[in-house]
């Protein structure tokens, strides 16, 4: 294969990622690995670390990676089958500083991919391009780098533990979705002293009971029968590679990303006052009166896990989350996202209170809010419709266009971004109360009119979604 035959759609905003074996193989990926290694040789880096998820495909990518890396001339330290956030710690343990997870994270089966890390930054945008780039016009290294294998599972699950205690005992639900963190979120609970429930905790990568995806409220139903049926302190749930945590509390309800990333920002103003705190755009207004209450510095960033790490080594910030669920910590941990070290935090935080999970997160009510809205246009028009919003007069509001375009009333939000991933704009509105959900909502509407008649926001998405386990996404299509 040469550079002409590589499907550049695959080189995304956050990682490289396409559908085995139709725009991702073990030719283009042993391109990509050259590509890759070339990349960090210009960045003065002569040792990768790579690891695997459970997809079936997953490891004849990693070989192919492995492959095309030596090509270039860069030394591989091979770490097998892990979670993402275990290749993240093995760049800083092992002092490589750069690593490759071989992963489709929370997408269906057929998916697979690449995170890249390189000198402790993750690429992202015109980085993982210039990528492609290197391809098509040749710019790759020849070389013969060595190779070496690695188990980092037991100083990664000791150093989650490091500091971390429970002070009183808990019953956990654990639901991994068939995921490659199964096996390793079972260990590290059952060491800090939990009785774990194991749901779908074994590694199979055809996915038989639901995708790994705790995002969408219908991939935790299990899970909340599971913490009924058991009487369990709380549930958790982790996607596809381990990066994100997803919470069920003790009568089943599920925990926002938005309250537990509050619950965090608390824990952490309250021990680190002036802290700063990064979160992207689609989080709730809670969030930065929140921080703004306790004295901290909110830095609202562009959606996106590698946007959010390197905006955090950027500024210094000591925490950020993602509506999405990623979390990062700096304070006490390496900044990247890390679902298992966010398990334990929480667990932490709940068994040094006298609460249940439920009245641990009553302190953070979700606000009235739509649901993530997706609307369906073309790649071409998502960025000229943004790009007509933003000349648009939205007073007396308040308007952030860091990344698409949060717009904030007194009384509540809208946000509208054009997707990274798909041919979608997505969206999301939420308010102080009802009324003022439906009247920003309606505001809305009449913008979009303004910019391309015909496009519509589905009307059940402008209902009171106060209980969390009502929420899913909703898609439009441009009429």
């Not at 599972?153 to 808990?170: A, E, F, G, M, V």
């Not at 009924?228 to 509390?249: Q, Y």
């Not at 002036?274 to 979160?279: K, N, S, T």
């Amino acid at each position: 294969m040469n550079g002409s035959d590589l499907n550049p759609t695959i080189f995304r905003a956050y990682d490289i990622r396409g559908i085995y074996p139709q725009s991702l193989n073990t030719a283009a990926t042993v391109l990509i690995g050259q590509a890759i290694g070339s990349e960090a040789l210009a960045r003065h880096q002569q040792s990768i670390c790579v690891g695997y998820d459970g997809r079936l495909s997953s490891p004849e990518l990693c070989r192919a990676l492995i492959t095309g890396l030596q090509q270039s001339g860069i030394d591989v330290i091979d770490l097998g089958m892990l979670p993402t956030p275990a290749l993240y710690f093995a760049t800083h343990a092992l002092n490589t500083g750069s690593g490759v997870m071989v992963t489709g994270s929370h997408n269906p089966a057929e998916y697979n991919g690449f995170k890249i890390m390189l000198a402790g930054h993750t690429l992202s945008g015109d980085e993982i391009t210039a990528l492609y780039q290197r391809i098509v016009s040749g710019q790759l290294n020849e070389g013969s780098g060595t190779l070496q294998k690695q188990d980092i599972t037991p100083i990664y699950l000791q150093r989650i533990l490091t500091d971390q205690k429970l002070n009183r005992p808990l019953k956990v639900a654990v639901d991994c979705g068939n995921g490659v963190p199964g096996p390793w979120i079972v260990r590290l609970l059952e060491r800090f002293g939990c009785e774990v429930l194991p749901l779908y905790c074994d590694v199979d990568g055809s996915f038989p009971n639901h995708h790994p995806d705790p995002e969408k409220a219908e991939n935790l139903v299990d899970l909340i029968n599971k913490v009924g049926e058991s009487a369990a302190d709380i549930g958790l749930a982790l996607d596809g590679d381990g990066d994100r945590l997803a919470v069920v509390s003790n009568s089943g309800e599920i925990i926002t990303a938005d309250q537990l990333i509050c619950l965090f920002s608390q824990d952490l103003l309250l021990r680190h006052p002036g802290a700063e705190i990064v979160y992207d755009v689609k989080c709730s207004l809670n969030l930065p009166l929140l921080i703004n209450k306790l004295g901290g510095k909110g830095d609202m960033w562009r959606c996106g896990h590698s946007m959010i790490k390197n905006r955090m080594r950027q500024t210094g910030a000591l925490f950020g989350g993602e509506f999405s669920g990623h979390l990062f910590f700096a304070e006490r941990w390496y900044g990247f996202d890390d679902g298992l070290y966010a398990a334990i935090r929480l667990l932490q935080l709940l068994s040094n209170s006298d609460k249940t999970a439920d009245q641990l997160f009553s302190q953070f009510p979700p606000l009235p809010s739509t649901p993530m809205i997706n609307i369906a246009v073309s790649d071409e028009d998502k960025f000229r419709i943004i790009a007509q919003f933003s000349q648009l007069d939205f007073f007396p509001a308040r308007v952030c266009n860091v990344d698409g375009l949060r717009v904030e009333y007194s009384d509540g939000w809208f946000g509208i971004r054009p997707s990274n991933t798909t041919p979608m704009l997505t969206l999301r509105i939420e308010a102080l109360t009802v009324a003022a959900l439906q009247r920003i909502s309606q505001l809305l509407q009449q913008k979009l009119q303004q910019v391309m008649p015909g496009l519509q926001i589905p009307e059940l998405a402008v209902t009171n979604y106060t209980n969390p386990t009502d929420r899913d996404d909703t898609h439009a299509t441009v009429t």
